[in-house]
């Protein structure tokens, strides 16, 4: 099939899932990266009601410029909401001593930005009766690249079942912008940080690593230190994608 027909049956796909919900609209996080962009226009297309959330967070000025970019192409409303000051708030009232956005190498300060991001994404859901978007991809689902409680947050996935390298193919498609498409993925959890260097592997290396793993055909790899390596960032996230345990009473 190609990434157009895909495109195509994704639209069909979010128009359904929102109706089946009696849902009146989608709301979605616009980060100014590839996936936001892609999940932004196909909601768009899908449901008239598309509104778009920029949740800048000590963010960089490019990546709001870059989601308004798209956010006014395909014609989605969107609102700007700076967050940073929230984020200040909190990390003082917790004794946090780092402010102010510098929370590199600090985990568990930098997935708060994730998570207050997903808080205002189901105030303005609950408000207008909207369904929230998620925008993660199979490669960073399959791996644990998400924050529990954040990004990972949402009503339904449209991209949850294409790889990165496939996320670029629809992008090209629906005629996200070049310098979209161009440039280093980045969750944006601290001041240059880039996912590929965070997660230690190419999107190219892993989505064939992964393929190769789904399909039972991981022995055709000569690097046998990265199929350990990500056969293990998938063991270790097991938990973020299972159902929560809950104890049955016999």
């Given at each position: 099939m190609t990434h157009k027909r895909y495109a195509d049956k994704i639209v069909e796909w979010i128009r359904e899932v929102v109706e089946d919900a009696g849902a009146g609209g989608v709301v979605v996080g616009m980060s100014g990266g590839i996936d936001s962009s892609v999940t932004s226009v196909?909601?768009?297309?899908?449901?008239?009601?598309?509104?778009?959330?920029?949740?800048?967070?000590?963010?960089?000025?490019?990546?709001?410029?870059?989601a308004i970019s798209?956010?006014?192409?395909?014609?989605?409303?969107?609102?700007?909401?700076?967050?940073?000051?929230?984020?200040?708030?909190?990390?003082?009232?917790?004794?946090?001593?780092?402010?102010?956005?510098?929370?590199?190498?600090?985990?568990?300060?930098?997935?708060?930005?994730?998570?207050?991001?997903?808080?205002?994404?189901?105030?303005?859901?609950?408000?207008?009766?909207?369904?929230?978007?998620?925008?993660?991809?199979?490669?960073?689902?399959?791996?644990?690249?998400?924050?529990?409680y954040g990004d990972s947050g949402a009503d339904f996935e449209p991209l949850g079942d294409f790889y990165k390298t496939e996320v670029y193919d629809l992008a090209r498609n629906l005629g996200i912008p070049r310098k979209i498409i161009d440039k280093a993925p980045s969750a944006g959890l601290w001041s240059g940080q880039t996912d590929e260097e965070e997660v230690g592997i190419s999107y190219e290396e892993l989505d064939e690593i992964l393929y190769g793993l789904e399909q039972s055909k991981d022995r055709r790899f000569t690097d046998t230190k990265k199929v350990e390596y990500v056969k293990e960032l998938v063991k270790r996230s097991e938990h973020k994608r299972r159902a929560l345990p809950t104890f049955k009473k016999l």
């Open positions: 196909l909601c768009k297309k899908a449901v008239q009601n598309t509104l778009g959330l920029i949740l800048p967070i000590y963010s960089r000025e490019e990546d709001k410029m870059d798209v956010a006014e192409q395909f014609k989605i409303d969107y609102k700007e909401i700076d967050l940073s000051l929230v984020l200040d708030e909190l990390c003082r009232s917790i004794g946090e001593r780092r402010s102010e956005g510098d929370l590199r190498g600090n985990m568990a300060s930098s997935n708060l930005k994730p998570r207050f991001r997903m808080i205002t994404l189901y105030y303005f859901a609950n408000k207008n009766n909207y369904l929230v978007a998620g925008t993660s991809n199979k490669s960073e689902l399959a791996i644990g690249y998400f924050t529990k």
